[in-house]
């Protein structure tokens, strides 16, 4: 059985939204100028929010860009405005009134975008390009949380940040409850889940979950194999990547999302600036997302993008040998 | 209600010095943008000069008048009635379009004390206008002011908000759907505290706005939008004073206001009007700006 760090015990799984919802209304209580800015897309925990505070939600309508830039006027006059909707509408949709109207001005606007690569919605739903065109937006931090514990820390953390921050909210599948509640939680600060000499997995959001999997897998192979868990995609702690890199020597970066623009850019930049060590990207290739119903038995697009531990398992032995290939040649 | 002469006549010759503080930002790199820029003159002259509540020593007040200037792009309007105002000394006119200069090539928030608005990419300023009407009605909502504060003398008046929204718009801008957008919002919110005021000046950068996409009818559009709606002469100085007095004495009415000021592009330079110059550079700009020192003299 693999040792974990202190602050991990792996639980059922059990939703993010949950931790996201927990926090915001726990927020909302102490602190007044919270606003949820809704796109006719819900928002989490509705229903509480109607009930104790009706005149607090700015409904917009599904009008995206004027959304955003209200939540920018907002923000410019004291409140902190939450948008929630999906990353491809409240970012995607508004890319430019984010760019020109929230961060040129470092606007306190707190965006909410859900859904990771899949899911049953489908192509237009399933974000997979979202975190590459926020990565490029100055003073945008980006956090991708990997399980329900994680989103509860994040969002509070976010919450009392001052300035624009994303929360992507991967909706399924459903990750696995990792953290113990006690969770040391740092906005640009990665966790390692687990120490490993061999080769060390770069996860975050969803993917800590089939990392964790693979660990089991690899270490009855005789691998010890590590994982860092990375949140903040935005500003990436390149330390504890170097740190990776200087223990192992070999990086695999797993993603739900698409691999160009995304953490495993992030990481190959870092490393190759600091400390080179051969990599392997996972995370979907070049390729737009589709409909696939997932259920505890059966996940057709996580075999079709390739994003399960057994595939991790391949990637982390090609990356290792990459690395004795390396070695040979000095 | 007509507004007297003198004050008139004041604000006339204060226009006049805008202009002229304007061609001497046009000079530092022979480049600028001319038309819109003399187009919406008179407007921000009886904005800044005169109407809206604004301290040139506080430009943070927090119960200023907001104004967005969503035709970002024609900031040099704005930055000449600073410098009127003794927020900026003249020299900073020579400053514009300069690296670290307060005065960028298009409005931001940040490097202009005395700048609501951070704009260039066109559409959005309305909706930065509304968010901020819309704060403002929030703020009494959420935190009402008490029996003692009521007796300051802001609230004796029944109908005055803490402040009010302005938002300069320019024609060709309402190609933007988002626009439309901020004005549903604007109406389903009852943001009487916010006033759109279209610089109408007919021309966009490639030929005639109706042409380019037709806003017309205009006056319906905005009505249509639940927008109590005026149309002014834009160079008109008593009317552009009479249609803002008018919309600050309907606050309570529920509805935003609009006055859509007919303007002429380049206004006041003949060189530029026949022109319809958006952005002018080199010796068509340097033309334009010698026939305007001539006629509006040099103020330095």
């Given amino acids: 059985m693999a040792t974990y760090g202190k602050h991990i015990q792996i639980g059922e799984p059990v939703l993010p939204a949950k931790g996201i919802e927990k926090a915001l209304k726990a927020a909302a209580q102490k602190d007044p100028r919270i606003l949820p800015v809704l796109e006719d897309m819900g928002f989490p925990g509705i229903d509480w929010w109607t009930e104790n505070y009706p005149e607090r939600m700015v409904e917009v309508g599904i009008a995206e860009q004027n959304g955003a830039v209200v939540a920018a006027a907002l923000a410019a006059e004291g409140f902190v405005p939450v948008i929630y909707s999906f990353l491809f509408a409240n970012i995607g949709r508004a890319l430019n009134q984010v760019r020109q109207s929230i961060l040129v001005d470092r606007f306190n606007v707190k965006f909410i975008g859900r859904e990771g690569a899949w899911g049953e919605v489908g192509i237009s739903h399933n974000t997979i390009e979202g975190v590459g065109y926020s990565r490029v937006l100055p003073n945008l931090v980006i956090m991708n949380p990997s399980d329900v514990v994680e989103a509860e820390k994040a969002t509070e953390a976010m919450l009392q940040y001052h300035g624009p921050v994303l929360l992507r909210q991967e909706s399924s599948p459903t990750p696995l409850r990792v953290f113990t509640d006690d969770y040391p939680f740092n906005i640009g600060k990665a966790y390692w889940v687990k120490e490993g000499s061999d080769a060390t997995i770069i996860a975050t959001g969803y993917m800590l979950t089939e990392a964790i999997a693979a660990i089991d897998l690899l270490e009855a192979e005789g691998l010890d194999v590590g994982i860092l868990n990375m949140c903040t995609l935005k500003p990436l702690d390149v330390t504890a990547i170097v740190e990776a890199s200087e223990r192992s020597g070999a990086i695999v970066t797993a993603e739900n999302a698409s691999i160009i623009g995304g953490l495993g850019e992030g990481v190959a930049a870092a490393l190759a600036e600091n400390l080179p060590a051969p990599m392997v990207r996972v995370g979907i290739e070049d390729e737009f997302s589709q409909s696939g119903l997932i259920t505890p038995e059966r996940d057709d697009l996580k075999i079709h993008f390739g994003l399960r531990a057994e595939d991790l398992v391949v990637s982390v032995k090609e990356c290792i040998a990459k690395k004795t290939r390396l070695r040979c040649r000095d | 209600?007509?507004?007297?002469?003198?004050?008139?006549?004041?604000?006339?010759?204060?226009?006049?010095?805008?202009?002229?503080?304007?061609?001497?930002?046009?000079?530092?790199?022979?480049?600028?943008?001319?038309?819109?820029?003399?187009?919406?003159?008179?407007?921000?002259?009886?904005?800044?000069?005169?109407?809206?509540?604004?301290?040139?020593?506080?430009?943070?007040?927090?119960?200023?008048?907001?104004?967005?200037?969503?035709?970002?792009?024609?900031?040099?309007?704005?930055?000449?009635?600073?410098?009127?105002?003794?927020?900026?000394?003249?020299?900073?006119?020579?400053?514009?379009?300069?690296?670290?200069?307060?005065?960028?090539?298009?409005?931001?928030?940040?490097?202009?004390?005395?700048?609501?608005?951070?704009?260039?990419?066109?559409?959005?300023?309305?909706?930065?206008?509304?968010?901020?009407?819309?704060?403002?009605?929030?703020?009494?909502?959420?935190?009402?002011?008490?029996?003692?504060?009521?007796?300051?003398?802001?609230?004796i008046k029944r109908f005055d908000p803490a402040y009010r929204s302005y938002c300069i718009l320019g024609d060709g801008e309402l190609h933007e759907g988002q626009v439309w957008e901020a004005a549903m919002f604007a109406n389903k919110f009852k943001l009487d505290n916010l006033i759109a005021i279209v610089d109408y000046n007919k021309w966009s950068l490639d030929g005639p706005t109706n042409d380019v996409m037709p806003i017309e009818p205009l006056m319906d559009k905005w009505k249509a939008f639940g927008w109590w709606v005026t149309e002014i002469d834009g160079h008109d100085m008593g009317q552009i004073l009479d249609a803002l007095d008018l919309s600050n004495r309907m606050y309570g009415d529920n509805r935003p206001k609009c006055i859509i000021a007919h303007t002429v592009k380049g206004y006041g330079v003949s060189h530029w009007e026949t022109r319809r110059m958006h952005l002018g550079r080199g010796e068509e700009m340097m033309k334009g700006v010698r026939e305007g020192r001539e006629k509006y003299g040099d103020v330095r």
């Fill in chain 2, 1 to 155: 209600m007509a507004h007297n002469d003198a004050l008139v006549a004041e604000l006339e010759a204060k226009s006049n010095k805008l202009r002229s503080h304007c061609f001497t930002q046009f000079c530092t790199f022979e480049q600028g943008h001319a038309g819109g820029t003399m187009s919406v003159v008179d407007v921000v002259t009886a904005l800044y000069l005169h109407h809206i509540k604004f301290d040139p020593k506080d430009p943070d007040w927090p119960e200023r008048d907001r104004v967005v200037m969503s035709k970002a792009h024609c900031c040099e309007a704005i930055y000449a009635a600073l410098v009127e105002l003794g927020v900026y000394p003249e020299e900073t006119l020579g400053t514009y379009y300069c690296y670290g200069s307060p005065f960028q090539g298009h409005a931001d928030r940040w490097s202009t004390a005395g700048i609501d608005y951070s704009g260039g990419s066109l559409g959005q300023g309305l909706s930065f206008a509304a968010g901020m009407a819309y704060a403002e009605k929030l703020k009494m909502i959420l935190k009402p002011p008490s029996a003692e504060e009521t007796f300051l003398p802001r609230y």
